[in-house]
């Protein structure tokens, strides 16, 4: 079995129109769901200002246009299919593994063709659908997709790479769920400040989501300090890690199901953290709210790993 690839860099520059010719046979497909996650990702970078940035691309280990140097050296690529603004290579299946939905990279061996260089690995919706049934239209498999591609965009900026790469998260995003449920105040607090995120993005006005965001700020510096006190050794800067990487790939999942009719902005599980991890929910909150304020987003990858409330700070410092 054969398995593509899609640089989104490429893509960026694809002419990504109806009436390009289309070919015959079984690989019809293949340029046309490439148009289609072209399409979205410049919808999505829309509402994520900078994540289309040729130089912070990620590349997709499912169709590939352009693979990088490393790629071709490693697996070696072939030309597939090429028309005006996209040409698509084909390449060995890289393991054995039934199925991937994930984004990878290597940070201890340097000749590694994914050294500090994040892959996204993502099977075809053909093959999604036999271990998610669920998956059952392209419109439901972009979504994820884009959620995987928003993992690895973080580790695209070298410097953020690097210093993750020098402390890595002690303690599992499982180790973090477990903690809350053992210790109800701080279930109570992490509660308060999703309730008030809730609010912040509302109708009220900005003396309204100033309200909501110091209801936000007051209970989590309390609880941060809490568990700095009280918990093992780097709880809190895991935590910050995890709702960091994971708000932003809720958030840009988010937004590519929101323009396919696949998600609703009254989905509960998006903002809800009973339905999920709690960072996914919390995350997601915040960077929702960054967005919405003016936040410059595409700052919080630039050197090193910062709480999302630090840029929530900075942007209402810089608005007032």
Same mark, same amino acid.
């Given at each position: ?29 293949? !340029? ?6 072209? $399409?979205?990702?410049?919808?999505? $970078? ?7 940035? /040729? ?8 169709? +590939? ?8 050296? %490693?697996?070696?690529?072939? /030309? ?10 084909? =390449?060995?299946?890289?393991? +054995?593994? !039934? ?10 061996? /340097? ?6 260089? !994040? ?13 998610? !049934? ?12 884009? %959620?995987?591609?928003? %993992? ?14 020098d402390a890595l998260p002690t303690h599992s995003e499982t180790e973090h769920r477990t903690l809350r449920r053992q210790y109800e105040r701080f279930d109570r607090a992490i509660r308060a400040g999703n309730r008030a995120l809730?609010? $912040? ?25 809490? =568990?700095?006190?009280?918990?093992? $050794?780097? +709880? ?11 708000? =932003?790939?809720? %958030? ?22 009973? &339905? ?11 960077? &929702? ?32």
């Amino acid at each position: 079995m054969k398995r593509l690839f899609i640089s989104f860099a490429a893509l960026l520059f694809a002419a990504c129109t109806s009436d390009t010719p289309k070919p015959e046979g079984a690989e019809r497909t293949i !340029p046309e769901r490439t148009r289609a996650v072209c $399409a979205m990702h410049h919808a999505v $970078a829309g509402a994520w200002r900078g994540c289309d940035a /040729p130089k912070d691309d990620v590349p997709m280990l499912c169709h +590939a246009v352009d693979p990088t140097p490393e790629l071709r050296e %490693h697996f070696g690529v072939r /030309p597939a299919h090429e028309e005006p603004g996209l040409r698509t290579y084909r =390449m060995a299946r890289p393991d +054995a593994q !039934p199925f991937h939905m994930e984004t990878s990279l290597e940070f201890g061996d /340097p000749t590694h063709f994914a050294y500090l260089r !994040p892959y996204l690995r993502c099977s075809s919706p053909e093959i999604t659908v036999r271990t998610m !049934p669920d998956v059952i239209s392209d419109s439901v498999w972009i979504p994820m997709v884009f %959620h995987e591609y928003a %993992h690895g965009y973080p580790y695209a900026h070298r410097a953020f790479c690097k210093r993750v790469a020098d402390a890595l998260p002690t303690h599992s995003e499982t180790e973090h769920r477990t903690l809350r449920r053992q210790y109800e105040r701080f279930d109570r607090a992490i509660r308060a400040g999703n309730r008030a995120l809730l609010g $912040a993005p509302g109708t009220g006005g900005t003396a309204h989501r100033e309200q909501c965001i110091r209801r936000f700020l007051t209970p989590r510096t309390e609880r941060k300090a809490r =568990m700095s006190a009280e918990l093992v $050794a780097d +709880a809190v800067r895991d935590e910050e890690f995890f709702e960091l990487m994971a708000g =932003m790939a809720r %958030h840009v999942e988010a937004e590519a199901g929101f323009r396919l009719g696949s998600y609703a902005e009254t989905d509960a599980w998006l903002h809800d953290t009973d &339905r999920s991890g709690y960072f996914y929910a919390t995350g997601c909150n915040l960077v &929702r709210l960054l967005v919405r304020t003016g936040a410059a987003c595409e700052r919080l990858f630039a050197d090193m790993v910062r709480p999302l409330e630090y840029y929530l700070q900075t942007t209402r410092n810089d608005n007032r």
